[in-house]
């Protein structure tokens, strides 16, 4: 078992350039979530999803699109990276949506110049 | 929705001491309560965690304890060791329905320095 994957681990993007963030877990789990973290601000929730086909907003969503065509994997697109986007970023995996563990992938550190 | 308020943003103790940091949550619906250990440059990663049914749990020298009236909940960490060197989250979670869909809330973090 690898857990929850992600890629790359380091990327530095120039403003208005588009990416996308790779998440894949091979746990089976339902619910995957991305989560930014910046200091003294915690993880704040971009994007979650509860299965495939279903996503939903999380607390900052604004500026990044994800999708849900399979279990394994939760992409994080950046559609026009600004300098505010400058973050380390991390998707999570969970088996249930109540009261279950989250299990997380290394980090993506992006700076957006 | 629900916020979570976590002290202190940096904490730093002898080797041996006991560390002890608290969070308090807004929403009296929430019912899980875990905390994260993020060692640098890797993700978080669970340590302990407690549901609102139960006031007070350990796991060898970590202890979690949950006053529901007062809506806070504390991790204590005893005997402290340079290994225990990290950041510190506490969650907060909720059953109810709607869009909460038992999302996790973070507080803000907590710098855990052990000094040799």
């Known amino acids: 078992n690898a857990g929850v994957t992600q890629t790359p681990k380091f990327q530095v993007l120039k403003t208005g350039q588009s990416m996308t963030l790779q998440c894949a877990q091979d746990m089976n789990h339902e619910y995957m979530s991305w989560y930014r973290q910046d200091p003294g601000m915690g993880l704040r929730l971009i994007h979650y999803s509860v299965g495939a086909g279903i996503t939903d907003q999380g607390e900052v969503p604004n500026g990044y699109n994800v999708s849900r065509s399979t279990t394994e994997d939760f992409p994080l697109r950046l559609l026009s990276a600004a300098p505010s986007q400058t973050s380390v970023y991390f998707c999570a995996s969970r088996p249930g949506q109540y009261n279950t563990e989250a299990f997380f992938g290394q980090g993506t550190r992006l700076t957006v110049v | 929705g629900e916020n979570v308020e976590q002290h202190p943003s940096t904490l730093s103790v002898q080797e041996g001491d006991s560390a002890v940091i608290k969070c308090t949550y807004s929403?009296?619906?929430?019912?899980?309560f875990p905390w994260y250990k993020q060692e640098l440059g890797k993700g978080p990663q669970l340590i302990i965690d407690i549901r609102s049914n139960v006031g007070e749990k350990k796991d060898q020298r970590i202890a979690v304890t949950l006053n529901k009236t007062a809506k806070h909940f504390s991790l204590h960490i005893t005997e402290t060791q340079p290994e225990d060197s990290a950041v510190y989250f506490c969650a907060a979670s909720t059953r109810a329905g709607g869009t909460s869909y038992g999302k996790l809330t973070f507080g803000q973090g907590t710098i855990l320095t052990v000094h040799p």
């Open positions: 929403d009296s619906a929430s019912n899980y």
